[in-house]
């Protein structure tokens, strides 16, 4: 009976970690940086072609790259929350 409240505890914990992560500032912040970035350099990049469908990228690169990324980033946001 210890052993699966100490497993249900446990659970509660990252389910807890999990929640301030996904409501965090860092983690807002970042999606904007990153996302911001994509489009700065994307939007560069495409002014010298006239193809619409390019555009439609934009957000699609902003959310695979922030996905990506936001993993390292919360590696580092969960040592220094502790």
Do not use: H
């Not at 914990?13 to 904007?32: F, G, N, P």
């Not at 560069?44 to 936001?70: E, H, K, M, Q």
């Amino acid at each position: 009976m210890e052993t699966r409240i100490k497993a249900i505890e446990e659970r509660n914990k990252r389910v807890e970690l999990d929640k301030r992560w996904e409501t965090s500032l860092t983690r807002k912040i970042c999606i904007m940086l990153l996302t911001y970035i994509v489009v700065v350099i994307y939007s560069d990049l495409i002014r010298r072609y006239d193809y619409v469908f390019l555009t439609f990228l934009v957000p699609v690169i902003g959310f695979a790259l922030s996905t990506l990324s936001l993993k390292a980033i919360r590696t580092v946001w969960e040592k220094n929350i502790k």
